[in-house]
């Protein structure tokens, strides 16, 4: 996640009606067991209830790709967010109802070129976003750390970042628990950086966004830090790059193994970019990716 577009938490294998009236519960499942290794291997597992989402599609464009749900930016600086606005979130409502779709998550991009660390209006815009969420039913916040919102220097934390970062979203965070909406962080950090981040903040409503892509870029192995993070991860961006998915260096099959092993059940919010220059159908071919790599088709 790099720009503050219209983007895209909820589930999958019910009906849109409940999608649109409930919230995501939580996955349980652990890693295998033997038993549960066989039955893959027979192909008789059930596959994890994921939802297909986009964070570069219209709610429109995602209807005829086959999508679930998009992921929708917050807006530009300003001191009342675009997305604060009852009469924008009221045509969002109508467009859902009239699309059948749901908007899985907000994304504040703006806050790759206005820090949290640094702006003193963020404190107010998440407070905003945070009701704009709980009215649209989007049970994510995704809260950006790149560009000049990156809390790296080289490879070294800026910790003096960190320290008001931490502040800030642990004052959030009550609000967000209140509203049933999770703050999901995403950066360049590692799994253990992040996790001390988490543990300061020491709230259930403050998780991971992990973006597959971003961190392969930055050397880190996600197999490996989901599995640690485990359900720390609130949600997942798949990219690749200029590709489609499957079609990069990028090997899909380990990522999907540890995503089952955790047990995670939610949106995967497609990020990817469009070689074709249709948006619509280059969506649907990675959505089809998506779910042949889970089971789901």
Wanted: one cysteine or more; aromatic letters at 6%; a positive charge.
């Amino acid at each position: 996640m790099f720009h503050d577009r219209v983007r895209p938490v909820t589930q999958p294998t019910v009906s849109r009606r409940s999608l649109l009236a409930g919230s995501l519960a939580a996955g349980t499942a652990g890693c295998l067991s033997t038993a549960g290794i066989v039955q893959s291997l027979l192909g008789a597992e059930d596959p994890p209830k994921l939802l297909v989402g986009s964070c570069t599609l219209n709610l429109d464009e995602a209807k005829k790709a086959g999508l679930d749900g998009v992921e929708v930016g917050v807006g530009g600086a300003a001191e009342r967010l675009h997305i604060a606005d009852p009469q924008v979130r009221q045509q969002l409502k109508e467009k859902m109802q009239e699309t059948g779709l749901v908007i899985s998550s907000l994304m504040m991009g703006l806050l790759n070129s206005y820090p949290l660390a640094s702006d003193p209006r963020a404190p107010a815009w998440l407070e905003q976003s945070i009701e704009a969420a709980k009215d649209l039913g989007a049970k994510v916040i995704l809260v950006a750390f790149f560009g000049k919102g990156s809390l790296l220097e080289g490879k070294q934390v800026k910790k003096a970042d960190v320290d008001v970062v931490v502040q800030r979203l642990k004052a959030a965070a009550p609000k967000a628990k209140d509203a049933g909406v999770i703050l999901a962080i995403e950066n360049t950090l590692s799994a253990e950086q992040n996790v001390e981040i988490l543990q300061r903040i020491d709230s259930p409503a403050v998780r991971i966004y992990y973006d597959i892509y971003n961190l392969v870029g930055q050397g880190y192995e996600p197999p490996a830090e989901i599995r640690f993070l485990k359900d720390r991860i609130a949600m997942f961006h798949f990219k690749e790059g200029p590709n489609y998915l499957g079609e990069g260096k990028i090997d899909w099959r380990p990522v999907a193994a540890a995503i089952r092993e955790i047990g995670y059940q939610g949106w995967i919010v497609l990020e990817t970019s469009s070689p074709s220059k249709d948006r619509v159908a280059d969506a649907r071919r990675n959505a089809q990716f998506v779910r042949k790599l889970f089971g789901m088709s």
